[in-house]
């Protein structure tokens, strides 16, 4: 391969890697700060896992540039292009899943915050239990007819 199809494949490869990490950077950003409400924390965690992506597939299309596919100039760029597309699906979908986790993560933080927050208020009163319902909390009566939770006709 020449040097002019060597430097071809590495400016395409490191656009397309730019480009979706930049895509996977401004989406991350709005999913993170929907479970957590802060918009810093959205941020900063998106960049974080942006930089992991550029540089994984940074380091691939190094090691792709390096590797010899096809005879000739043309054929040689389209086979790494086609190799690094696939490459970059498969971190994108990685990516995402990382994404993903962090979210349920927040989430999962959130609920745990939220009846941190609420107990203590409900911890000084007493409640009586209605009758064929278990627990401290009831949320519905039973029936009259049936003396027991939602029966249905």
Do not use: C
């Not at 979706?20 to 998106?46: E, F, H, N, V």
């Amino acid at each position: 391969m020449t040097t002019n199809a060597y430097v071809a494949f590495l400016v395409i490869g490191v656009a397309l890697v730019m480009l979706d990490g930049l895509i996977i950077y401004q989406s991350g950003k709005r999913y993170l700060q929907g479970s957590s409400g802060d918009p810093a924390t959205g941020a900063s965690m998106s960049w974080l896992v942006t930089v992991l992506f550029h540089l994984a597939t940074l380091g691939v299309l190094a090691l792709l540039s390096t590797i010899d596919i096809g005879g000739s100039d043309l054929p040689g760029v389209v086979g790494r292009l086609g190799v690094l597309l696939l490459v970059l699906a498969i971190a994108h979908a990685i990516t995402l899943s990382v994404l993903s986790r962090i979210r349920g993560e927040q989430e999962a933080e959130a609920v745990i915050n939220r009846k941190q927050r609420v107990e203590p208020e409900q911890q000084g009163t007493t409640v009586t239990p209605v009758p064929g319902q278990a627990g401290r909390y009831p949320t519905a009566s039973p029936s009259i007819e049936q003396q027991a939770p939602y029966t249905t006709p």
